[in-house]
């Protein structure tokens, strides 16, 4: 495992690349080491494709937008699926066109395949938010969660986030920085969040490699996000002893990879409601 620190860009500044099979996509970050790394997939109107080969490695993804039919099931926004490798699974077929951010496992890792992974299918906006494991130090962000996966070995967990409107704390509070033993990677879906690299709204994308120092994080008006943990199904923090100012207003400073194309750092600015 050695994915590359990038907290974060906005999906908006990657360009599209075009692949043989008629398909886009923007790698967002990815394993130099494997086959292992998250994009974002659009199938134009009419794509098909049957399933995926026994050499593909296990296929994870989370529907952006429009419609796709995978495995004779209608899949819409915010559908959830886990595609273990060697399961013949994936035959897909889009009439509309769709867009799914997919993490695609790393070919041959034991955790993936068929026998140790399950297949997943989950239409997430049925399922209830668990509101019960607050942490006392994230209280002002007023979390809640849908875990949509736990891997087998303790090889991480996949869940929705969402955190309330109105999550920042009174002017002049101070709040620890946190870190974990694993890593940590999230899309924002919806709304926004501050952090000390900056305002992390709709589209912004971050992996974050073990052993790193991050927030304190705030949200004005709520957010909604797909988080990983690669490494372990329950996270685990180690709060800093220092307090640091809330992140409101931080401009924005991305860590990004070597190499990393200059417009992918561009400023975002926020769309306005009205
Ligand atoms: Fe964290």
């Known amino acids: ?10 999906a908006q500044n990657v360009g599209w690349t075009s692949r043989a099979d008629g398909a886009e996509e923007k790698v967002l970050n990815a394993d130099p080491l494997s086959d292992e790394a998250t994009m974002i997939v659009h199938y134009p109107p009419g794509y098909s ?19 796709i039919d995978i495995d004779g099931e209608d899949r819409r ?26 993490f695609r496992h790393a070919a041959g890792d ?7 992974a399950e297949a997943i299918a989950i239409h997430t906006p049925a399922m209830p938010w668990d509101v019960s494991t607050y942490d006392p130090k994230l209280i002002h962000l007023r979390l809640a969660r849908k875990v949509l996966r736990l891997g087998p070995n303790d090889s991480g967990r996949t869940f929705l986030l969402t955190g309330m409107a109105h999550g920042v704390p009174a ?19 919806q ?30 008006y709520g957010f909604l996000q797909i988080m990983r943990s690669p490494g372990a199904n329950a996270v685990v923090t180690h709060w800093s002893d220092v307090h640091k100012p809330l992140p409101l207003g931080a401009p924005y400073r991305p860590v990004l990879p070597e190499g990393t194309p200059p417009e992918w750092a561009r400023e975002l600015a926020p769309q306005a409601i009205w």
């Open 77 to 102: 926004a915010h559908a959830y699926g886990f595609l273990p490798q060697g399961s013949g699974l994936g035959a897909r077929h889009t009439a509309q066109g769709a867009v799914l951010l997919v």
């Open 191 to 220: 709304g926004a969040m501050w952090a000390p690299e900056g305002r992390m709204g709709a589209g912004a994308y971050f992996y974050r490699p073990p052993g790193i120092l991050h927030g304190p994080h705030v949200s004005e």
């Open 1 to 10: 495992m050695a994915r590359p620190h990038i907290e974060f860009v906005h």
């Open 110 to 116: 034991p955790n993936g395949m068929l026998g140790t």
């Open 49 to 67: 494709a049957p399933a995926n080969a026994p050499d593909h490695g296990a296929e994870e993804f989370f529907m952006l937008d429009g419609a």
């Open 171 to 189: 002017e002049g509070t101070t709040l620890p920085a946190e870190m974990h033993d694993h890593a940590e990677e999230m899309f924002m879906l």
